[in-house]
């Protein structure tokens, strides 16, 4: 055992009296420590990290990470004492580290996530958490294996709007009567007709092999970079090498609402139809649907996702669910609940709008609000490790959303195990359930 790990094992062992919590790096948190931030490790230090830089500049930022080395020259003018890297399994080796925030490419967030976890990190990963079933499998098995050591939370800021704690208490509530069918649509249209032809030399700034990573190589294209800071996915996330389209998109947060409600677990069967298939690029118009087993306050339910232009049927003549270009409804023996973001409203079945059948909540009986949302994650690595969308809960969702896009490209319904994770009815579509990766990329590093 070498002088760290000495010193860490007497920490913990001296802790344990004491109530308090040992992080990773060694430091001691509890009600009268003297150090009450985390070392935070953040890797892509550009872009939608920008969001969290606020935030983390109350923590110890002690490493920056990113493929470019203007983006390293951006975030050391906010965290100049940071360590820098561009190979973010080097960043991850650093020493005293407590905490990762993942902001990088989609297609890195699943190895960035587990390799974080194997070093005994928490995490935050933006979202999509994984991009096969595969990944969303090896992240969710690593973190329930850390479950008591580690705190974890997906980039689903949204989920903090106090309307998703509202909608859950209205379906769990009955306001639509017994559950029959949920479904959640997105009507971002971005069309592409292929990966981008290959233009030029990358910039000497851009480590662009490090930023292709374990996917398949492609020509570099200043196409992949010309979107605008935060936006800059738009130019790459629907190519199937780099992401999973809006599917994994804005359907992380779309279908967030859903899941927060229903308490589901895997589903059973998977279907997807939409644009022909095209072996380069995700398709736009898309619809799928699973089937999600009961539990022990709702039946067994179908829960459907539509984007691109498909749209479920509006539960009345006079409702136009396509001017809610992101939203979730909810049907039920009573009534429909149709939610936004931050906004829902709830239509009876029976046409005298009789709601005698549903009884609120009390105003003190109501879930609390999550707050804010990257302070919950800190507090959890602190704490109770307790957040809102950690990568069980994060991970089942993105899990069955990655298996609709296998059922897609596979064409036909298909079976699924969770619990061993496999298609039963199709060799095909079990062919798709991973990814290949290039020559010295591990997802489970």
Known sequence: MDSTMRRRAFLQTAAVGAGLMVLPSGALFGAETPNSKLNIALVGAYGRAIAHY????????????????????????KFPKAKRYVDWRKCLDQKNL????????????????????NRGLHVYCEKPLANSVEEARMVRATYLKNKGKLATQVGTQRHSHENYNRVQELIRDGAVGELKSVCAWGDRQIRRPGYPAGQ?????????????????????????????????????????????????????????????????????????TGDPFNPEVTPVALTMTWDIPANDWRPAIPVSWYQGG?????????????????????????????????????????????????????????????GN????????????????????YAGKMIEMMMLGLVAYRAGKKIDYDGASGTVTNSPEAQALLAREYRKGWKLNG
């Open 200 to 272: 030029g030399k990358p910039p000497k700034n851009l480590h662009y092999d490090l930023w292709i990573g374990p996917a398949p190589f492609h020509p570099y294209s200043p196409e992949y970079f010309s979107g605008e800071p935060g936006a800059n996915c738009l130019q790459w996330n629907m190519y199937w090498d780099f992401g999973s389209g809006q599917v994994g998109d804005m359907g992380s947060h779309t279908m967030d609402i859903v899941w927060n409600a229903i308490e589901a677990g895997l589903p059973v069967t998977a279907e997807g």
């Open 310 to 370: 498909a749209m479920p049927n509006a539960p009345a003549d006079y409702v136009n669910l396509a001017k809610i270009n992101h939203g979730a409804m909810f049907k039920g023996t009573k009534g429909t609940l149709v939610s936004h973001f931050e906004r829902r409203f709830l239509i009876p079945n029976d046409e005298d709008g009789d709601l005698t059948y549903y009884t609120p909540r009390a105003k003190d009986a109501l879930l609390p609000p999550v």
């Open 373 to 392: 949302f990257q302070y919950e994650w800190f507090n959890a690595c602190k704490g109770n490790l307790k957040t809102s969308c950690d990568f069980d």
């Open 54 to 77: 606020d935030g983390l500049a109350k923590e110890n930022v002690v490493a920056i990470c990113d493929v470019n080395e203007e983006h390293l020259d951006f975030a050391a003018e």
């Open 98 to 117: 407590d905490a990762v925030v993942c902001c990088t490419a989609d297609h890195t967030h699943a190895f960035v996530a587990t390799w974080a976890m």
